[in-house]
């Protein structure tokens, strides 16, 4: 396989800080989802990552994962929203 990714360059992009709560709510969804996905599996909360016991340290709510994981998770939401703004579109909230 010649797998070769390229993802939307939108470096240029800057979020504007009105967009902070927007980029925190998505990236607790983005945890939320990816738990729910894993659990869905079988899988479970462990002090340690074991996939042959299907335990992960991380299926805790959002706010209880270490700051490195969250930044995990909002670096994925800006990166959505830098690809929604770059495409022209705008977020407004209603």
Do not use: F
């Not at 992009?13 to 607790?28: D, H, R, Y």
């Not at 340690?48 to 299926?59: I, Q, S, V």
């Amino acid at each position: 396989m010649n797998y070769d990714p390229r993802p939307l360059d939108a470096s240029s992009i800057k979020i504007e800080p009105s967009l902070n709560a927007l980029v925190e709510a998505l990236a607790e969804n983005v945890h939320d989802t990816w738990a729910r996905g894993r659990m869905d599996q079988g899988w479970t909360y462990g002090p340690a990552r074991d996939d042959a016991a299907k335990k992960h340290p991380c299926l805790v709510p959002y706010a209880e994962l270490p700051e490195s994981e969250r930044d995990y998770d909002r670096n994925t939401a800006k990166a959505t929203i830098k690809m929604i703004l770059r495409s022209g579109y705008r977020i407004v909230k209603a």
